[in-house]
């Protein structure tokens, strides 16, 4: 008997060390990933004031929002005179290729943002579960969320062919879409300029996005037109939010052709009628006037069908030549261009030494006449040699701000993960957020601090169902950026994109601080963000 109980207790002695030992453990756990940031202006994302409060942050997750909170942390930030505000939420992004080689994606965390959502304009990572994994298992710094795109799966049914899909075709593809939704897409997006998107119908595109519907997903668009037609394009958005019974987000919105500058008033009138008549319609934008996109939207797109091998036939062809010159020309003049020194391009893999030149120079640089026939001629060989990335400077400043005013509108960079110094792409990729911060906000006030805040945060992540996301608020992930509301600018332009915001000192994503005042940490503590599909599969 005694010979037991002295067993008994040693064995109790040991389970109780044990524990003692786990309790610590688990102590040291929360300690090592807890921040509390002191006496900031809290932006909690709902578009309120600020309001002066502490935050405290452990194992990812926002603990406490209070004054005076005496706790100890490992780490202790002032954030006195700053703003410290949910992180900022890109819907617009197309990071699948350059967040894979360069998961710390610096250009967003300088720039404040924590989520993308990526996969717009139709084009989206091949097979979503693998991509997702990936993202997974090597660590990323912001959290990311993906479309399935339409032009991805078009093309992997019906190539680059210029036809409606049989039925079968049709089933096929709406399978696709059920198939990414269930790896976790938060919707479905089309890019209905680019081949072979631009071939479908609305019907065609309406029973895809029943499928984003049935899990609980959106209606995506780069709407087919954004110059003299972009009021059918909107309707067309509207008619499959209606009859696809989903919410529709119209990505990038603009007005682009100079003789179409002002017709936002317009557009927006339409965005808030279908709002009226009950359909979610909401918009984004990114603060700038000029576009980005590949050389060969300026081809007509039945002169693309098929593929670049089609397009080499065509050129071959004196007559085909001769038509796609006279459509371009005829598109030049009705924008009121005189050349094409509006297009610039960004990065030519074939010749980066035309990167930062528009076509006019690269034009006169190859000998050629000073003529807009020969600008094209220029054009069609640069696209036939393999294309180029391009910016197009072709919107008003007036859009840009009205568009902005508009309380349905949330921004997004619509852009990649470039690569520091690469080529001259467009600054959007580094200084959206910063820009609308700085420019818009501070200098001339086109919307306030507050709404800005609520247009980067929980408007999105209510829009995209990141439910835990958007607000500061007890419970919800630690997604956090701390700025200086009087100091921060975006420094990219368009001659020197490479340059990263500044005025953010510190950014926090899942609770890890991703940027402090010595730059990025190198954490990567980003999450996949996967949609209702996922659960229901
Ligand atoms: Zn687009």
């Not at 992004?93 to 965390?109: D, F, L």
């Amino acid at each position: 008997m005694i010979r037991f109980s002295q067993y008994n207790l040693k064995l109790n002695m040991i389970i109780c060390r044990l524990f003692i030992v786990l309790l610590f453990t688990a102590n040291m756990a929360i300690s090592q990933s807890s921040i509390l940031i002191k006496n900031g202006k809290i932006l909690d994302g709902t578009g309120n004031t600020w309001f002066l409060s502490d935050v405290l942050i452990s194992n990812g997750v926002i603990r406490k929002i209070s004054k005076n909170i005496e706790v100890s942390a490992d780490l202790i930030i002032d954030a006195r005179g700053q703003i410290v505000a949910p992180g900022f939420i890109d819907v617009h992004g197309h990071i699948e290729g350059g967040i894979q080689s360069k998961p710390t994606a610096e250009n967003y965390i300088y720039d404040g943002v924590t989520t993308v959502v990526t996969g717009n304009c139709g084009n989206s990572a091949d097979d979503l579960n693998s991509f997702f994994k990936r993202l997974d298992s090597n660590g990323v710094s912001i959290n990311v969320a993906s479309l399935v795109g339409h032009n991805t799966i078009r093309g992997k049914v019906l190539k680059m062919e210029n036809r409606a899909p049989t039925n079968q075709e049709q089933v096929q593809m709406e399978n696709l879409v059920a198939e990414g939704m269930k790896a976790g897409a938060v919707g479905f997006s089309t890019g209905l300029i680019y081949v072979p998107g631009t071939f479908s119908k609305t019907e065609e595109l309406i029973g895809l996005s029943k499928q984003s519907a049935k899990y609980g997903g959106l209606y995506v668009s780069h709407i087919r037109d954004e110059g003299d037609s972009v009021h059918v394009a909107i309707d067309e958005a509207i008619r499959i939010g209606r009859e696809a019974q989903l919410p529709v987000e119209i990505s990038h919105f603009k007005i682009t052709g100079k003789h179409n500058w002002g017709s936002s008033v317009k557009t927006l009138w339409q965005v808030e009628a279908a709002r009226r008549a009950g359909i979610d319609v909401t918009i984004d934008q990114y603060p700038y006037t000029a576009g980005s996109t590949n050389l060969h939207s300026r081809i007509p797109s039945w002169a693309l069908a098929g593929g670049n091998d089609s397009l080499h036939y065509r050129l071959m062809s004196p007559h085909i030549k001769t038509k796609i010159i006279e459509e371009m020309e005829t598109e030049l003049h009705k924008n009121l261009n005189t050349d094409y020194s509006f297009a610039v391009v960004a990065f030519c893999s074939r010749d980066t030494s035309l990167n930062g030149l528009n076509i006019h120079q690269i034009n006169l640089r190859w000998g050629r006449p000073n003529t807009i026939k020969s600008e094209i001629e220029t054009i069609l060989e640069l696209a036939d040699k393999g294309g180029a990335q391009m910016v197009y400077h072709m919107m008003g400043e007036e859009d840009v701000r009205n568009i902005m005013r508009s309380p349905y509108c949330m921004f997004g960079a619509d852009a990649g993960v470039p690569v520091f110094g690469r080529g001259v792409p467009h600054p959007r990729a580094y200084g959206t957020n910063a820009r609308v911060l700085g420019k818009y906000v501070r200098e001339e006030k086109i919307i306030t601090l507050e709404d800005a805040i609520r247009r980067m945060t929980s408007f999105p992540a209510q829009k995209f169902g990141f439910k835990d996301r958007g607000l500061l608020k007890e419970g919800y992930k630690a997604d956090i950026v701390i700025f200086d509301p009087k100091t921060v600018i975006d420094h990219a332009t368009y001659e020197l994109p490479h340059a990263y915001s500044s005025g953010f000192s510190q950014v926090i994503v899942n609770g890890k601080l991703t940027l402090d005042k010595n730059g990025h940490t190198g954490a990567k503590a980003g999450q996949v963000l996967q949609g209702q599909g996922k659960e229901k599969s």
